[in-house]
């Protein structure tokens, strides 16, 4: 009988250790809209699946690593909201006739690292 009484009793303290997780993650989120913040502005919040091991381009792997590197580096094109083709570090680009060679003109304010 004690062990049933046991269960009881810890159900009920899992039960309230979540209502008041729920509570203090409800409360933070109206302190967070309402504390100044410009209803103008937006935030996008993304969030990984899992941790990456490691954000270096030539090692990483997996989908959790290059989720966080897609967004770190730009490209010489990138993707509109429609999926249409639009300039990242490239202000414009040309194709030849045949379709094989491509010349990326580059902004002025790209910025390289190695």
Known sequence: MGGGMNRVRAA???AL???ATAMVIACSDKADN???VDNAKTVLRRANLAEPATLD???S???AANNILRDLYEGLVTEAVDGELVPGTAKRWTVNDDGRI???ELRDTAR???
């Open 12 to 14: 009920q303290i899992t």
């Open 17 to 19: 250790a979540v209502l």
């Open 34 to 36: 309402n504390a100044g």
């Open 57 to 59: 381009p030539h090692r």
């Open 61 to 63: 792997e997996g989908v």
């Open 102 to 104: 491509y010349t990326f």
């Open 112 to 114: 390289w690292s190695n």
